[in-house]
């Protein structure tokens, strides 16, 4: 799958073994990530998975508005 730069993009893992690649245009800077909370309720996205492993980074990030 190609995602677009600047576009957002989530996934949900369910197997017991997954691995995920990712192929970046620029060298990879931390300070300037960005993201959406995984949850965001306005985003009305129906997650299967009920207790997910959500990385620290990923739980601090903002909703969409």
């Not at 993009?9 to 993201?35: C, W």
Request: glycine letters at 6%.
């Amino acid at each position: 799958m190609l995602i677009p730069k600047g576009y957002a993009h989530g996934y949900e893992a369910i197997g017991d073994k997954n691995i995920l690649v990712y192929f970046l245009s620029t060298n990879y800077n931390p300070s300037t990530s960005k993201g959406i909370i995984w949850n965001d309720k306005s985003l009305k996205i129906r997650w299967s998975i009920k207790k997910p492993i959500i990385s620290k980074n990923d739980k601090n990030l903002p909703t969409l508005k």
